[in-house]
């Protein structure tokens, strides 16, 4: 009997697996024939590199004047935590492939308040990456046009101008136009470096490294300083998880192989760009002119006037570019923001003419302006600004992953412990006990779609199963792969942590040492956290957090099930809340399955924001539990054959609330006992379930 038994429970996992399998594989099918046209690692890597290596234009005439020669080893300190930070942000391109980047992140992890000031973070670095790219852009511009030099604000203007007019037409960035643009950039930094190298004595290498220190000493203030100040040298990282929505799959494979690239090519080219500019060109890096045009004066001054004139032109081309890409990502925040009711409906607005947001894209393209003229066009004072909404979006990022990371490790560890006890065998429902353990494998996939259907066939995560590892392509069970992959969340879980201390930290010594950078940050968030709480306030009412599926277990819980366009979600509301019991109650939406679409470069594929009638549905929901003093989680998935049974799987509820119509629907569920009740608006069906 027992034996029998365990083979059936067997059979159950394996047709579970088979059966996701399948329909992965066909998701993939469907995936690769919708996902013409999205981007490749090659392509990610040029959209991130032309915003990240534009950097290197201007960051070394900025540091130059607060560090001097020290600005090439702050560069290259900083580097390493660069590189952990960029481990961070794969994960969360991966997890979150509505994309949304920081604002996503907080809402999800912490709090929607946490996600509009992430997002107030994120709008104030990109509105000083707009404004100093472009005016850095025109003035790499004048080293061959010398006569443009008296008019550079005004230039500098017009062209964020000439942006703006390109976004409302509708020609927004194109991915193969920054590849070539990040290419030409890329290898016109190699032969800079190539140039330096084959024109001085090898024999001089290292007094050019000792020179770094000859005139600077490292003391703790000045080392805090200059590793604060040196991570404007990695501005544009935070691109990569707003490409989420418009990568080909598998996400984990393409965002590793693009950030990879990042990291070889930054790396090979920022920190000896900027300790050959410093230390070579000191007089130019002091100047408060030819600071802002070093690096061309480097390619001049150890090669041609040819050098130099092609570096002027590829840079001025790539920052125009990373200017570009700033005002496309600033208006894509406003809009996601103004979708979660932080901003206005009227900025959401789109023209009759071109079906662009011209609200939006003012607002981006705007600010900027405002804030050249408010500077007078001084690249030095902006940079001085730069470091508040940089510093602090990172942070709020590594802090929300860190967050979400924890919850999961404790999920883990109730689920470690739940397979140790007897209970986790008890009334003959070993199959569905198996198949909530794979189930809660699924739920924590970063890029699980919100229909309920399977991972695609290779973004299916490992498994723990009963204490072994079911293997993503194989569906082995290896139990030393489960010490393995333990051992490496445990290390990464610790790295994370070690990042965000050192982010937070750099965010922090900011603070103090730049009061221009936290006196304009600071005043435009708060501007901008005023404003949402007063459009809140103005609006409807509460907002909740919406997740698209749960990432802890909640025993002994109530599921309240919502259904689109259904007239019973009042009733079943107030049922769920009637019945509590001071129980935290689940409510889970199901919305209508829409038809996909490829979306735009950074745009936010986040189907509730788009859903009104769910956001009207919840947030009557939010209201009513709220004054009933109830615990509250609140779920949006699109409808499905799966999609209840994995939030079923992993709430573990005492009952379920729903229509009673949709009990034919509910049959993975499997209640010990339905249970009915009439209510004005129809019968309302409790699928209850002893545990």
């Known amino acids: 009997m027992l034996v029998n038994a365990l083979r059936r429970q067997q059979l159950r996992v394996e047709s579970l697996l088979n059966t996701c399998m399948e329909t992965a594989h066909q998701s993939t099918k469907n995936g690769q024939h919708q996902g013409k046209g999205q981007l490749g690692p090659l392509l990610c890597w040029a959209v991130v590199f032309a915003d990240i290596g534009s950097s290197i234009y201007y960051v070394p005439g900025i540091l130059y004047g607060r560090v001097g020669n020290l600005a090439g080893f702050f560069v290259l300190l900083t580097m390493s935590v660069f590189i952990l930070l960029t481990l961070k942000y794969a994960e969360v391109s991966a997890r979150f492939p509505e994309g949304g980047g920081v604002v996503t992140v907080a809402a999800q992890a912490m709090n929607p308040w946490i996600g509009a000031l992430g997002g107030m973070f994120i709008l104030v670095s990109y509105f000083l990456t707009a404004a100093i790219s472009c005016l850095s852009a025109i003035q790499y511009l004048s080293v061959v046009i010398p006569e443009i030099s008296p008019f ?124 050959l500019s410093t230390v070579l060109l000191p007089r130019a890096a002091a100047d408060p002119v030819l600071s802002t045009q070093i690096i061309s004066l480097l390619g001049g001054h150890w090669g041609s006037v040819a050098l130099q004139a092609e570096i002027a032109i590829s840079a001025s081309l790539i920052l125009v570019f990373a200017s570009n890409t700033a005002i496309i990502g600033a208006y894509h925040v406003f809009m996601a923001l103004s979708r979660m009711e932080f901003f206005p409906r009227f900025i959401l607005k789109r023209n009759k003419f071109r079906g662009t947001p011209h609200w939006s894209i003012l607002l981006a393209t705007g600010i900027p302006i405002a804030v050249l003229l408010f500077v007078n066009g001084e690249i030095t004072i902006l940079g001085d600004m730069y470091a508040f909404g940089l510093l602090g979006a990172f942070s709020v990022t590594c802090l929300g992953l860190d967050v979400l990371r ?286």
């Open 152 to 275: 550079i604000l005004a230039i500098t203007i017009g062209v964020l101008v000439l942006l703006g007019v390109l976004n409302w037409i509708g020609i927004s960035e194109s991915a193969k136009v920054s590849l070539v643009a990040a290419i030409v950039a890329f290898v016109s930094d190699l032969a800079i470096i190539w140039t330096v190298f084959t024109h001085i004595p090898i024999s001089t290498f290292p007094s050019i490294f000792a020179g770094m220190f000859t005139h600077a000493s490292l003391t703790p203030a000045s080392l805090l300083v200059g590793f604060a100040g040196a991570f404007l040298a990695f501005s544009g990282l935070e691109s990569i998880s707003q490409l989420s929505p418009v990568m080909k799959t598998p996400r984990k494979k393409v965002i590793g192989l693009a950030l990879l690239l990042v990291v070889l090519t930054i790396g090979l080219t920022s920190p000896l760009l900027t300790m």
């Open 406 to 691: 924890s919850r999961e490790r404790r999920m883990r560890a109730q689920e470690g412990a739940s397979q140790q006890t007897p209970q986790a065998n008890h009334n003959g429902h070993n199959g569905h006990d198996k198949s909530a353990l794979i189930t809660s494998a699924l739920e924590l996939a970063p890029s699980l779609p919100t229909n309920g259907v399977s991972l695609p066939h290779d973004e299916l995560p490992a498994l723990h199963l009963n204490g072994e590892l079911v293997e993503k392509d194989k569906g082995t069970a290896l139990s030393s792969g489960k010490k393995l992959s333990g051992g490496w969340h445990r290390v990464d879980y610790w790295l994370g942590i070690f990042t965000t201390f050192l982010v937070i930290s750099a965010w922090l010594i900011g603070l103090v040492s730049k009061p221009l950078a936290t006196t304009f940050g600071g005043s435009v968030a708060l501007a901008g956290m005023v404003f949402a709480a007063v459009n809140f306030v103005r609006g409807r009412g509460y907002a909740p957090v919406v997740t698209p599926h749960l990432r802890e277990r909640l025993p002994d819980t109530l599921l309240a099930v919502l259904i689109a366009n259904d007239k019973r979600n009042e009733a079943v509301i107030n049922t769920a809340i009637h019945n509590a019991r001071g129980k935290t109650v689940v409510f889970l939406y199901l919305a209508e399955p829409r038809e996909k679409r490829t979306p735009r470069l950074f745009e936010v594929m986040d189907p509730y924001l788009d859903d009104q009638p769910a956001k009207d549905t919840l947030r009557q929901a939010a209201r009513l539990a709220r004054e009933a003093k109830l615990t509250t989680r609140f779920v949006y998935q699109q409808q499905g054959p799966e999609a209840l049974t994995h939030i079923w799987h992993m709430a573990r509820p005492h009952d379920v609330v729903l229509p009673a119509e949709q009990t034919e629907q509910c049959k993975e569920i499997s209640p010990d006992l339905i249970r009915y009740e009439l209510t004005s608006e129809g019968k309302i069906a409790h699928l209850l379930k002893r545990w």
